[in-house]
């Protein structure tokens, strides 16, 4: 796609903090909605022509080259837009930090989905699925409480400015065990990521994309 970005993504998934990044930078993208988590095949068949792995979020760049992998796509939206103070760069102080989280809630959070979505992916008892899914929510919260550990937040998770970081952690923190359990578990991080949800920017985008609603946090 000559011009723009082109988006692989999801409302209520991953993709949608790269779509926040895209709309802090203020640059425009094309979405293909492909809910690739969801009982439709037709999405993860949309998404495969971006991604083999057949998940969102996946960016084809204005070059045309494909980017996967939302730590990734984050990342490298923050280096090509440095205007937008979005990733610290190479000289930054906080940048070790940065890319060690941006990694961290990717391998150790994120990607425990792609077996707490469907656990029969590893276990074909369905007496055991409830069990799986408990022991991965107790899992992500401990990483959560981990990562709180790790970091010295100011008004954002990384200091006073707001990074790609906080719209990732705003983001993965609203997938199931929700935010109940994130906020008891990273207090700290939990008042930035309030900020992040309270953005105007980005008021019209969660609302859209990946909205509250009452009751929303007891499912
Ligand atoms: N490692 C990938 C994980 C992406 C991912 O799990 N995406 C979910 C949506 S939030 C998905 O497409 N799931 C469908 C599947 O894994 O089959 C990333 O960080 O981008």
Redesign the pocket.
């Known amino acids: 796609m000559a011009g723009g970005y082109l988006l692989y993504s ?1 409302a ?4 949608v903090a790269v779509e926040a990044a895209l709309t802090l930078i203020g640059a425009p993208y094309a979405l293909v909605e ?1 809910p ?2 969801e009982d439709d095949a037709a999405a ?1 068949d949309r ?1 495969l022509q971006a991604n083999p ?5 996946a960016l084809v760049l204005p070059g045309g080259e494909i980017m ?4 990734a ?1 984050l990342v490298r939206l923050g280096e090509l837009h440095p205007g937008a103070g979005l990733a610290p760069g190479p000289d930054d102080p906080r940048r070790s930090a940065f890319l060690r989280w941006m990694s961290f809630v ?1 391998a150790a959070v ?2 425990l ?2 077996i707490k ?2 656990p029969s992916r590893l276990v074909a008892d369905p007496a055991i699925h409830t069990e799986i899914d408990t022991a991965i929510q107790d899992r992500i919260s401990q990483c959560w409480a981990i990562m709180e550990a790790g970091v010295s937040p100011g008004r954002y998770i990384l200091g006073d400015e707001l990074t790609v970081l906080d719209l990732y952690v705003a983001v993965v923190s609203r ?1 199931r065990p929700r935010r109940q359990r994130f906020h008891a578990a990273a207090p700290r991080m939990g008042e930035a990521v309030r900020r992040v949800d309270a953005d105007p920017r980005l008021a019209a985008l969660w609302a859209g994309r990946y909205p509250f609603f009452e009751g929303w946090d007891r499912l």
Not at 12 to 15: A, Y
Not at 68 to 71: D, G, I, L, V
Request: aromatic share 18%; no cysteine; proline share 4%.
């Open positions: 999801a209520g998934s991953g993709g492909a690739t988590f993860g998404v792995m057949r998940q969102v979020p996967t992998e939302s730590a796509i990717s994120y990607s989905y792609w979505d469907d997938f």
